[in-house]
């Protein structure tokens, strides 16, 4: 590991202040410090958020404020969490370990980098650490990455279980001195960068607005039952009277370079009776923009079939 | 600013002030600052579980934890497990239940196992929960135990024997 030094801010402004070339935030360092150990992430200096003052969830209204220094086993234990956005507990509990999570935060878990294997693998090319290298994983394994939104560069995959869930929940990021953004905007479409933040910009808290009478759940379809990111999820909620699907949201996650939000389907199941012919037309509208590689095609099929057997299910329909 | 820090850490209720370089992890100062070799280092990934301590009472990988990160932390190793020669419940539980072949990863089992046992207790769902919303989280159920535990690998392949010492406890 390359040599460093470390500062802890109490303040926001400390934070700030303290932020300079070669520095990263360090949150709860469970992908950070095994990049640092792998030689992937080489920052000079640390600076130590942990103990910023951001480490609480407010009930805002009928949504949620949510400090970027809150843990993710904090988040997914929270009482008003689990009630009124299961979507979101279910995401969390289902990403990482028991250990992991207790160390990994809000601010932090946004802004991990992708589990891309050549991204982690100094030896091999990759776009997303030295732009012009060439990307290794496209003639490469690349079974587990994206099918949406894919660039001669890169094709790698988001990997967090939690923003899939904030993405459906049309949640905002709120950055220290700056206007907040909603969570589409930090993702951004560069092919290679990690976030649209500029150096030192520094989350301190996730905003959820209500969720109007939906009721949501996350899946998530990986290669063991517990303990892997994700090759398929979806975060959904949907809002069904009368049999007709008044609103929904619906978020895919580990096909894509950020949380997916699948806006076609979303368009296409408005008004739409709930029942499962209407599901998969919905699905294959969103799948039709899928451009999938040659070790990845299966990951078509796993997203149509998750988003009709979750709206099923959701909806009660047959 | 230098690449050294001094930490202080409390380790199995013994205070230390010791100088680190800033790259230590938690696991490399327990095992090579402390001589605390009972936590072992595995993949020193997160992936493996084999580090698993208490941080201020709640399980993390070790191997994770910059050791300078932890500054004015209490840590509690499977070295601090039992009281003496009288063994914790959880580890009487993998004697009784031999529910280890090679040991490697028990320590992290051990503590992983007490930290999962109080977030049970606390009301802490899990991805398999039925209903989240539900406070207390029912009975643990093996299946339970074993997503809460997804965590903590065992190569010797000893999981049904650690998923019975644990429920035992969990009783």
């Known amino acids: ?318 | 600013m230098t690449e050294k820090a001094q930490v202080r850490i409390g380790v199995n209720g013994r205070a230390y002030r010791v100088e680190v370089d800033t790259r230590t992890s938690l696991l490399d100062l327990l095992r090579e600052g402390l001589d605390l070799t009972g936590t072992k280092k595995g993949c020193d990934h997160g992936q493996c579980g084999a580090c698993t301590v208490l941080l201020d009472g709640r399980r993390v990988n070790a191997c994770l934890v910059l050791a300078v990160a932890a500054d004015g932390s209490e840590v509690t190793t499977v070295e601090g497990l039992a009281s003496g020669d009288e063994l914790s419940p959880i580890q009487s539980a993998f004697v009784e239940c031999d529910a280890f072949q090679c040991g490697y990863c028990t320590p992290g089992q051990l503590c992983s196992a007490v930290g999962m046992l109080d977030e049970a207790k606390s009301g802490w769902p899990s991805a398999i929960t039925d209903d989240l919303a539900e406070s207390p989280v029912p009975e643990l159920s093996a299946r339970e135990i074993r997503e809460r535990m997804s965590g903590n690998l065992c190569r010797c392949g000893a999981y049904v024997n650690i998923v019975e010492a644990v429920r035992r406890v969990a009783k």
């Not at chain 1, 070339?21 to 360092?29: C, K, N």
């Open chain 1, 1 to 318: 590991m390359r040599p460093f030094t470390y500062a802890r801010a109490t303040t926001p402004d400390e934070a700030v202040d303290l932020y300079g070339e070669g520095s990263a935030y360090l949150g709860g360092g469970t992908n950070l410090v095994d990049l640092m150990r792998l030689g992937v992430a080489l920052p000079s200096q640390l600076v130590d958020v942990t103990r910023l003052p951001y480490d609480r969830i407010e009930v805002d209204g009928d949504g949620l404020l949510i400090g970027a220094t809150v843990r993710n086993s904090d988040l997914a234990a929270h009482a008003v969490v689990r009630e009124r956005f299961p979507v979101l507990a279910r995401a969390v509990l289902s990403g990482a370990s028991g250990q992991i999570r207790n160390l990994a935060t809000v601010g932090g878990n946004l802004l991990q980098r992708t589990r891309c294997s050549y991204f982690q693998d100094v030896t091999r090319p990759c776009n997303r650490r030295e732009l012009g290298a060439g990307c290794s994983a496209r003639e490469g394994d690349h079974h587990n990455l994206a099918i949406f939104g894919n660039t001669p560069e890169c094709i790698a995959t988001h990997p967090s279980d939690m923003a899939v869930a904030l993405a459906a929940l049309d949640a905002n990021v709120v950055i220290h001195g700056r206007d907040e953004i909603p969570l589409d905007s930090l993702y951004g479409h560069d092919p290679v960068r990690n976030s649209t933040l500029e150096p030192g910009d520094l989350i301190t808290h996730v905003r959820i607005p209500a969720l109007d009478g939906m009721t949501g759940t996350y899946k998530k379809v990986r290669e063991r039952a517990s303990f892997a990111f994700a090759l398929v999820s979806l975060a959904a909620a949907v809002d069904v009277k009368d049999g007709v699907i008044q609103d929904c949201r619906l978020a895919l996650g580990g096909v894509a370079a950020k949380p997916w939000r699948a806006r076609r389907a979303e368009a296409a199941l408005r008004q739409a009776p709930a029942t499962v012919p209407e599901f998969s037309r919905a699905a294959d509208a969103e799948l039709a923009g899928a451009e999938p590689l040659r070790g990845n095609a299966y990951k078509v099929d796993l997203a149509r079939n998750l988003i009709v057997g979750t709206l099923s299910e959701l909806a009660g329909a047959r």
